[in-house]
């Protein structure tokens, strides 16, 4: 719950280059403090070469926290529960357990 409560960033470089029938191409991500990780592998024919950066970030917006809310608390008491859930949350967790029952 507290990775939550902090902003986090997630930063990926990926390098490819195919050349003649069979290339092979492998990707990693982490996220900014190297502490987790995504990797793939995959195959291609032909002539290819490429190189991207990619990132994504996680935050907290206030407004729509209060606006769905009804309230002002801060993001450490929503997610540890100190907030009633709205209506439209209990309907969620229904659904959701109804799922794993089955």
Do not use: C, H, W
Not at 47 to 59: D, I, K, N, Q, R
Not at 76 to 93: M, R
């Amino acid at each position: 719950m507290d990775s939550f409560l902090r902003s986090n960033f997630k930063l990926g470089v990926d390098a490819a280059v195919a050349a003649g029938p069979v290339g092979a191409q492998a990707t990693a991500a982490t996220d900014l403090f190297l502490k987790g990780g995504i990797y793939s592998y995959s195959r291609a024919k032909g002539l290819f070469a490429g190189v991207s950066l990619e990132g994504a970030g996680l935050g907290t917006d206030f407004d729509l926290n209060r606006a769905y809310y009804q309230t002002t608390s801060n993001p450490k008491e929503i997610l540890y529960g100190q907030v009633d859930t709205p209506a439209s949350g209990k309907n969620l967790f229904e659904a959701l357990s109804a799922l794993i029952k089955q």
